[in-house]
């Protein structure tokens, strides 16, 4: 296998093959290419831990994974991210010894490490490469730098090596679309990326150098805070909101609030005050959550909140446990994120010093309040609060069943606010300052300032703090962006807004967004973007619902079938009757699946009729969908098909 | 009591009834597959889809309310819900024809209810594991819709036989035992785990084929007749006994 010249992808499918084709148990089986029989055959050797030696070895990975997080249901993730870091998988013997330590069955530790994107029951690598797949990064010419790495280091896109030293994939994105193409490397971003980095990073793993002595700059990722507003600019010493809220009370700080027009920055926009209030009103025993799963493409805007704002964000959540009297809250950071932990534990630390965090806060007799940092593995939609509980309890983090409401049923069925990183932010500085200063900024309906995260085709990619109000053109004009075929407002969730839009607002009444803005020159493919959005959608489907579940793969397969163009009228047709099934899904990400499909289809019609075959009825039998695993297995994309 | 309008009939509910369950109560039927009236309702499998006030909800899961209008029986609604059948059908491995549940099966029931005549959409062919490993029962995944009944069953056994993995299309049942095969896990045959599946997926073995053609459950009578039939009264049985 050393020896062979990697099969060009020419007619490859966008990303992961096997997510369209159902075949992925097979694929992952045989490798994905044609060498891999003989990968396997090294591979099957060595893949059981039989050995009395390497069953000691896992039980002590297991040991210290549990002495180091403990065994209540919330360090589930922790222990089984451990392990996965420890061993590069997560052997079944260690598994089944965390079953027994978290007296869980051993099917549902199963049921839940497989479900993270990071966490693998297979050997992986021991340097695990995820190359960021967000279109934005794809547009930064992440597939051929991938290749590239692929080629150096001598093995297939989502394969690992033989001698198990390295393994390449790709994730969704990864968060740093501003400094992209990225990767991560066991968990570390590496940010802009370039061919001669590639080159040099194959070179460290063939040498084995370890990957915390590779060169500090690689992984430097920079601050591109291009706009400061309310929230960035105000000066900020710890303990100030909590303070003046503790003198004024519960009433006041709820009137403050209330005044501000606070609204939820993740997405949703419910008032955060009447969160609260119904949190507190709830009788139970009271959480906190701070939702940073920062997982919708294109957004980084949290990032760059918990580098630099992090005691900003902590005292948010401790002024809403003042509100609802919780004990107990948990920051949900996404595993993407994980090189920021270390220090948000420093600022929680910091805070404990200072007695804004832990017993009796600020000298208070009956004023206890702690948080815990919880870190994900790869799964957007753990950023659904409801999913993001279940996450936090080491269940399976399927959506949950609304009403109830977190508010009045969240963690372990007790009331609970959720509410996003920025929303906290932004809690604590009314706190010092008063709701009017807050309400003076924005729309009617649109109180204050807004993160977004603007990336894609403009000269400056970057985090603006923008007043709730300002149109697309104007942040296009802040960013400097060329001619654009269209902006993508709030992720693939969102709104593709065409330029004869351009004068549509960013708020809550017009183009609602968690925050990531996406700039798209004019010699971008729509129908390539929508691919990407279709796929994207395909794989962080978690599956629950049968709507979501068969409907994205669905559509990713008649996007694919559009884009290579094999398609006719009848899949246009068939594409927009998805909308009506996808709309009975169980939760928002089956809701906005097809947006971005519809969106695009409504302003480029042309586009999608120019890809179509010129027939009038449309085949059900799709040849090359068909062709797909004897092209894996031979590992012909279509190549010879050009040479005749 | 309160009352809801029911494709425009006036039903009545006790509050903190489902609107599945307050149809259920006055023998109406919404087609459903994940739903059991002895089990807690899970709201995944979407064919119990209604419009509530012009909304899409799903009857299983959302409370009913004095003077909601819910449409069940519309030509859209049933269109919604045959497309949703159909998906079912191609995400699996469906061979009805060979497979020893057809007539007795709710997911093929519910084709002809609905009046399915082909699968619309391209089939996915999955390669998926059959486990024949236990004495008596037979997991034939290719046949698992993911309802999530039997995991639910097996919770109320004592026993947490069955859960689900992996994520998305590649979601999978797995089995509580050391090398996951249904022959080292502690299901017992008589365990409600084993019976509860409403397709093919889990069956007791050597009871394929004995009754004839023609006098299978659904030879004879809709799903919508069974259910009315056999489910009604489960959950009325179940409203008993929480008065008592
Ligand atoms: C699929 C999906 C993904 C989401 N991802 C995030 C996320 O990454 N971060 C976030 O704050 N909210 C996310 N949300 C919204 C949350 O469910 C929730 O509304 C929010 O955290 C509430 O906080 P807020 O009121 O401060 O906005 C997501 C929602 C859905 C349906
Ligand atoms: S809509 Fe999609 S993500 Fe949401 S519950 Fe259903 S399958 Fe899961
Ligand atoms: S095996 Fe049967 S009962 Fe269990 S989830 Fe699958 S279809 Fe449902």
């Known amino acids: 296998m050393i020896f062979c010249p990697l099969p060009l992808r020419g007619e490859g499918t966008i990303g992961h093959v096997a997510d369209q084709s159902g075949f992925q148990p097979y694929f992952e089986a045989i490798g994905f290419g044609r060498w891999s029989f003989i990968d396997l055959l090294f591979r099957s050797r060595s893949l059981e831990i039989d050995t009395a030696e390497s069953l000691d070895a896992v039980a002590a990975v297991v040991d210290k994974a549990v002495s180091q997080h403990g065994t209540r249901p919330q360090h589930l993730l922790a222990v089984l991210r451990q392990i996965q870091k420890d061993c590069h998988y997560l052997p079944k013997q260690a598994l089944q010894s965390v079953a027994r330590r978290f007296s869980l069955p051993l099917a549902r530790v199963v049921g839940v490490a497989e479900f993270y994107g990071f966490l693998h029951t297979q050997p992986r690598g021991e340097y695990d490469i995820y190359f960021s797949d967000c279109v934005i990064d794809v547009f930064h010419d992440s597939e051929a730098l991938m290749q590239r790495l692929c080629h150096r280091l001598r093995l297939q896109p989502g394969a690992v090596r033989g001698d198990r030293r390295v393994s390449i994939d790709t994730t969704s994105c990864t968060g740093l679309c501003d400094q992209g193409p990225a990767l991560l490397v066991n968990g570390w971003p590496v940010p802009r990326l370039t061919p001669t980095l590639m080159d040099a990073m194959a070179d460290h793993i063939e040498r084995r150098v370890p990957v915390t002595q590779w060169p500090a700059e690689w992984f430097l990722i920079e601050d591109h805070l291009c706009r400061h507003d309310l929230l960035l600019n105000t000066p900020w010493r710890p303990g100030t909101g909590l303070k003046n809220a503790l003198r004024q009370g519960v009433g006041w700080l709820l009137e403050q609030l209330t005044a501000s027009g606070l609204r939820g920055r993740g997405g949703a926009g419910f008032p955060t005050a009447r969160k609260w209030q119904f949190c507190r009103e709830t009788p139970g025993d009271h959480y906190v959550v701070c939702n940073a799963d920062e997982g919708e493409p294109g957004t980084f805007k949290d990032r760059e909140l918990l580098k630099h704002y992090a005691d900003q964000v902590f005292e948010g959540m401790t002024l809403a446990a003042f509100v609802t009297g919780a004990r107990l809250g948990f920051l949900y950071l996404r595993g993407e994120y994980e090189c920021l932990l270390r220090p948000l534990q420093a600022a929680l630390r910091q805070r404990r010093c200072l007695g804004l965090l832990g017993r009796n806060l600020c000298g208070l007799m009956d004023f206890h309040f702690d948080i815990e ?272 | 009591m309160p009352t809801i309008s029911f494709d425009g009939q006036e039903i009545t509910f006790e509050p903190g009834q489902t609107i599945i369950e307050a149809a259920m109560a006055s023998d109406l039927y919404i087609p459903h597959l994940c739903w059991h009236p002895d089990f807690p309702p899970h709201g995944s499998c979407k064919l119990c889809s209604v419009k509530v006030n012009g909304r899409i909800c799903s009857a299983c899961t959302f409370p009913a309310a004095e003077g909601q209008e819910v449409v069940s029986s519309s030509e859209e609604v049933r269109q919604l819900r045959l497309r949703l059948t159909q998906m079912l059908f191609v995400e699996g491995n469906h061979f009805c024809p060979s497979c020893e549940k057809s007539g007795q099966c709710e997911l093929q029931a519910m084709g002809y209810y609905l009046g399915m005549t082909d699968n619309h959409y391209p089939h996915f062919f999955p390669v998926r594991d059959i486990d024949a490993s236990h004495p008596h029962v037979l997991l034939d995944r290719d046949r698992c819709i993911f309802c999530e009944l039997c995991v639910r069953a097996s919770r109320a056994d004592g026993k947490n036989v069955f859960e689900l993995a992996g994520r998305g299309i590649h979601t999978r049942l797995v089995v509580d035992s050391p090398s996951g095969k249904l022959g080292d896990s502690n299901l017992d045959v008589n365990d409600r785990a084993a019976h509860i599946c409403p397709v093919g997926a889990i069956v007791v073995k050597e009871t394929a084929f004995r009754i004839p053609i023609g006098q299978r459950k659904y030879d004879r009578r809709t799903i919508a007749e069974v259910s009315v039939a056999e489910e009604a009264p489960l959950l009325r049985k179940r409203y008993e006994q929480k008065e008592d």
């Open chain 1, 373 to 644: 940092i919880v870190v994900g593995a790869g799964a957007y939609i753990c950023g659904e609060e409801s999913a993001l509980l279940n996450s936090i309890e080491g269940l399976r983090p399927h959506p949950r069943n609304r009403p109830p409401y977190p508010v009045t049923c969240g963690l372990w069925n007790q009331p609970t606010v959720v509410n996003n990183v920025e929303s906290f932010a932004a809690a604590s500085l009314i706190a010092v300052h008063g709701g009017e200063w807050f309400a003076k900024v924005g729309t009617e309906k649109s109180k204050g300032t807004k993160l977004l995260s603007i990336s894609g085709d403009c000269a400056r990619p970057g985090i603006y703090e923008v007043p709730f109000g300002i149109t697309v053109a104007e942040v296009l004009g802040l960013c400097g962006s060329g001619e654009t075929l269209g902006v993508q407002v709030g992720g693939p969730a969102g709104t593709f807004v065409a330029p004869s839009d351009y004068q549509r607002r960013i708020a809550y009444e017009d183009l609602g967004t968690g925050g990531s803005f996406m700039v798209f020159g004019s010699h971008r493919d729509i129908i390539d973007i929508a691919t990407r959005f279709a796929q994207f959608f395909a794989h962080e489907s978690c599956g629950f619902c049968t709507p979501c579940r068969v409907g994205t793969s669905l559509q990713l397969r008649l996007m694919e079938k559009i884009r290579r163009g094999w398609a006719t009228a009848g899949d246009i047709q068939e594409l927009e009757s998805l909308k009506q099934l996808l709309e009975a899904s169980h939760c928002g990400l089956g809701h906005t699946a097809h947006n971005p499909v519809q969106h695009t289809l409504a302003h480029y019609p042309g586009h999608y009729q120019a890809r179509l075959r010129d027939l009038d009825f449309s085949p059900g039998f799709d040849l090359d969908n068909e062709l797909e695993t004897a092209r894996q297995l031979t590992g012909r994309f279509g190549d010879h098909l050009r040479q005749v």
